[in-house]
């Protein structure tokens, strides 16, 4: 499931002008319907602090590629 939040009018109706922009280009190549819910942002609270970058804490991978990322775009 994906989702988009708005925060004012002016964002929910460029979310539905892309979508809908979107959803011809599918439909035109016999895609399906765009299922992502529109909705109203509400109160936004943080997670608590173990969860908090956990992936980044559990795939160590990840963090060794960001931070040869990082070394190449700061040159």
């Known amino acids: 499931m994906s989702a988009i939040w708005y925060a ?5 109706q460029d979310i539905e ?3 809908a922009k979107h959803q011809k280009k599918l439909s035109a190549k016999g895609k399906g319907k765009i299922t992502t819910h529109i909705g109203k942002l509400g109160a936004f609270t ?3 602090d173990y969860h908090q970058k956990w992936y980044l804490r559990k795939h ?6 960001l931070g040869k990322l990082q070394t190449l775009f700061s040159m």
């Open 46 to 48: 943080l997670a608590e």
């Open 17 to 19: 002008k892309s979508m």
């Open 8 to 12: 004012n009018k002016e964002q929910k």
């Open 60 to 65: 160590s991978v990840l963090v060794e590629a």
